[in-house]
């Protein structure tokens, strides 16, 4: 460990799995002290323990702005200061351009762009004259067709665009704002997420793992599948003092996929 973190707090919301945990559990191992958000009591109270007495669980549901700004103020009662809030916590959408209704945008909206709005919001509020850095989850459904469902690709978009508004306004305040929008990662998403995983045994979850590894590996220039470490590692330098001068940045972390429009995504 060479804690790169030390001495700072962080929060990640969705930490309960795919690329939360492995964030939460990557930065715990560098030294900070981590609030774990998510909506999976259990889930999260497992890892918290496992991380020891620098970690808490927050259960928190970002759709709504009040229990986000509980867990800033639950980050701060526990450990007396905010440095990184990972804004990564999200999920699948629902609607086709044909289909889709005033109830999918709503989740859409309030998932995906109300939880990076309210998040920044609240983090900054409580972030001291040191400053601070945001990362926000955004997605190569940003930035290209054929990735992610319609409404996701728009919410992805609105996240990569926020990032870059927010840098701008935080800046002087010494606060950084960047994105990681990550390619293809097999992570339970693909299958319903955290809340459908957490009903299925090992079995069928470590079954539905390695098919969507081995499909994900052959639509990716690179060929494998992307993890969640791959994201974490990512956010870990956008944390530390080693990206102290990126701001306003969308780092793409996805093997290439990115530039591959030929592939269908699976």
Same mark, same amino acid.
């Given at each position: 460990m060479s804690g790169r973190l030390a001495g700072k707090v962080a929060v990640v919301t969705g930490a309960t799995s795919g690329i939360g945990e492995a964030t939460a559990r990557l930065f715990a191992r560098e030294g900070a002290s981590v609030v774990l958000a998510g909506r999976s009591s259990d889930r999260g109270e497992t890892i918290a323990k496992e991380l020891g007495d620098a970690a808490r669980f927050i259960q928190t549901d970002v759709t709504h702005e009040d229990q986000i700004a509980?867990?800033?103020?639950?980050?701060? #009662? *526990?450990?007396?200061?905010?440095?990184? &809030?990972?804004?990564? %916590?999200?999920?699948?959408?629902?609607?086709?351009?044909?289909? @889709?209704?005033?109830?999918?945008?709503?989740?859409?909206?309030?998932?995906?762009?109300?939880?990076?709005?309210?998040?920044?919001?609240?983090?900054v509020r409580v972030m001291g004259e040191d400053g601070g850095s945001v990362i926000n989850n955004s997605s190569?459904?940003?930035?290209?067709?054929?990735?992610?469902?319609?409404?996701?690709? #728009? *919410?992805?978009?609105?996240?990569?665009? &926020?990032?870059?508004? %927010?840098?701008?306004?935080?800046?002087?305040?010494?606060?950084? @704002?960047?994105?990681?929008?990550?390619?293809?990662?097999?992570?339970?998403?693909?299958?319903?997420?955290?809340?459908?995983?957490?009903?299925?045994?090992?079995?069928?979850?470590?079954?539905?793992?390695?098919?969507?590894?081995?499909?994900?590996?052959?639509?990716?220039?690179?060929?494998?599948?992307g993890f969640g470490d791959d994201i974490a590692q990512a956010a870990l330098y956008l944390a530390s003092d080693e990206g102290s001068f990126v701001n306003g940045h969308d780092l793409v972390v996805d093997g290439g996929r990115v530039w591959a429009y030929s592939e269908a995504a699976p």
């Open positions: 509980a867990l800033i103020d639950g980050a701060v #009662a *526990a450990f007396g200061r905010l440095d990184c &809030l990972f804004n990564n %916590a999200g999920g699948p959408t629902r609607g086709t351009l044909a289909s @889709v209704t005033e109830a999918d945008f709503d989740h859409a909206m309030h998932l995906l762009v109300g939880s990076v709005v309210f998040g920044i919001k609240h983090a190569i459904a940003a930035h290209r067709s054929a990735q992610g469902g319609y409404l996701y690709s #728009a *919410a992805k978009a609105a996240v990569s665009h &926020l990032t870059h508004l %927010a840098a701008v306004e935080l800046g002087p305040r010494r606060i950084r @704002v960047n994105a990681i929008s990550p390619g293809a990662i097999a992570t339970p998403i693909f299958w319903g997420g955290s809340a459908v995983a957490s009903r299925l045994d090992a079995e069928d979850n470590a079954r539905k793992q390695a098919k969507l590894e081995r499909s994900l590996a052959r639509a990716t220039p690179l060929p494998r599948s």
